[in-house]
């Protein structure tokens, strides 16, 4: 398979990280707002690494936790992406879609269209089966993307990472499978004959 090397959406690129997104990633992951439904912020050592292993799985595999820009003013506005989970749970191995982005840029739709650009990517291209999604149950915004991309909540559990004491361990599990995607509208974007290139188009 060729190496992805960007999905462009209408609004977004969906690329591999740069050195430059380096400053706005860790000030992003110090930002209280946007670290409200995680134990902690992280430091610019911790950001610096979570990048790294993003360019190396995004290099290797050709998918990843994407950094996100803006077509139209080309800012770097957060990630959005695939990423295997590395806990333990009944649902565990598996893929997941998650999202972060800087708070200048909630609530403009940014986060469903690129997420629905993953599941095209992931289902289409990737061929996985099986995509999943989780948040603290508290995590509205997050679970409204979930449900936005046409994720289906299949249960509940508690987050071995999170703290016993902390009101974040209870999390909403969402899934979807590629049968399910297939048959949704999403999939207008789908066509049996393109073959995923370096340049992946989904409007
Ligand atoms: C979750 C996040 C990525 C969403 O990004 P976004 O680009 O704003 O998402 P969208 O604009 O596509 O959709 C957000 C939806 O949440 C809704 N929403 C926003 N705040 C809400 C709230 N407090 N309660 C309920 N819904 C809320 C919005 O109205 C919108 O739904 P709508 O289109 O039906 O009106 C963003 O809020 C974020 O980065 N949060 C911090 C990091 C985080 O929590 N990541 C997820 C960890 S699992």
């Known amino acids: 398979m060729n190496k992805l090397t960007v999905i462009k959406t209408k609004r977004l690129l ?33 950001s610096a690494a979570f990048i790294d292993v993003q360019l190396q799985r995004i290099d290797e ?11 139209e003013s080309k800012e770097f506005i957060g990630f959005i992406g695939l990423n295997p989970t590395t806990f333990d749970s009944n649902f565990t191995p598996c893929t997941e879609i998650g999202w972060r982005l800087r708070k200048e840029f909630w609530n403009q739709g940014y986060a469903s269209e690129g997420a629905k650009a993953c599941l095209t990517y992931g289902f289409r291209d990737l061929d996985f089966k099986d995509i999943y999604s989780f948040t603290a149950k508290l995590n509205l915004p ?53 073959k995923f290139s370096n340049l992946l188009q989904i409007q």
Do not use: C
Not at 61 to 71: D, K, T
Not at 146 to 171: A, N, T
């Open 14 to 46: 969906l690329r591999q990280w740069k050195d430059s997104d380096l400053h706005y990633y860790a000030s992003m992951n110090a930002d209280e707002d946007v670290m409200h439904f995680f134990p902690r912020l992280q430091t610019e050592e911790e």
């Open 61 to 71: 595999r050709g998918w990843g936790l994407f950094a996100v820009e803006v077509i």
């Open 142 to 194: 997050s679970e409204r993307v979930m449900q936005k991309i046409g994720m289906e909540q299949i249960g509940e559990f508690s987050h071995p990472r999170v703290p016993e004491d902390s009101i974040l361990k209870p999390h909403i599990l969402y899934h979807l499978s590629q049968s399910k995607f297939n048959e949704m509208n999403i999939n207008s974007a789908y066509n049996p004959n393109t």
